[in-house]
């Protein structure tokens, strides 16, 4: 039951992070105007609101003007109710778990704007580092170091800081913004464990699109989705990683 509690929480934040995705780059509220249809501008009513069941029953498509509505929105929400379930099972009843559900939510954002836009919003970043921060805060009102999460960050935003000066933007300065403040989520050790899985997802997957001929060696690929995946793999599978590895 507590499971399925869990995943209901993620599938409406879910819903919510879809919103953040599509009006954030348009530069729209996300408060203002209500959910609406994108193509009739109609207002969608509460009952059109239902995470996943809602697409299901209106078979991927609007009540008002039939148009159809992409399923990368349902796939969210579940893919955001299945992360936090993930995150639960690994943290249980902590504030760790609070701490990366936030984090997991930013992160889908940020990656899907990039994704889509191949531009990473300061906006987004800024709000994870606030929200890092405010752990942070926690950490020392509760009497715990946080000196490993500000090596974390600075670990994180240097090294792509570093990279991008050396290749004069082969990467973004959004990708430098993404790393520091995973950095102050993670801390020093899975920090680097996320800059290195990131860079392995990133040449697979870039190796696989070339040899698959979507994309060519001058064309320009987000890494921010790289670092979003290496990110979440860390949270839930990194100390395990590491202990295999040092073993």
Known sequence: MEYLIIFILGIIIGSFLNVCIYRIPKEESILYPPSHC???????????????????????????????????????????????????????????????????SILIVIGMIDLDTTNVYFKT?????????????????????VINYIYGSIIGGGTLSLIILITKGGMGWGDAEICSVCGLFLGFKLTLLMLFLSFIIGSVIGLALIALKKKTRKDYVPFGPFIVVASIITILWGQDIITWYLL
């Open 125 to 145: 970043t800024l709000t994870g580092f606030i929200v890092a921060v405010t752990f942070l805060a926690l950490h020392v009102y509760m009497g715990l170091p």
């Open 38 to 104: 994108t193509s009739c501008k109609g207002k969608l009513k509460s009952y059109d609101l239902i995470p996943i069941l809602s697409y299901i029953l209106l078979k991927g498509r609007c009540r008002y003007c039939r148009e159809k509505v992409s399923i990368r929105y349902p796939m969210i929400e579940f893919l955001t109710g299945i992360l936090y379930v993930l995150v639960y099972i690994k943290y249980g009843v902590t504030l760790e778990t609070i701490k990366y559900i936030i984090m997991v």
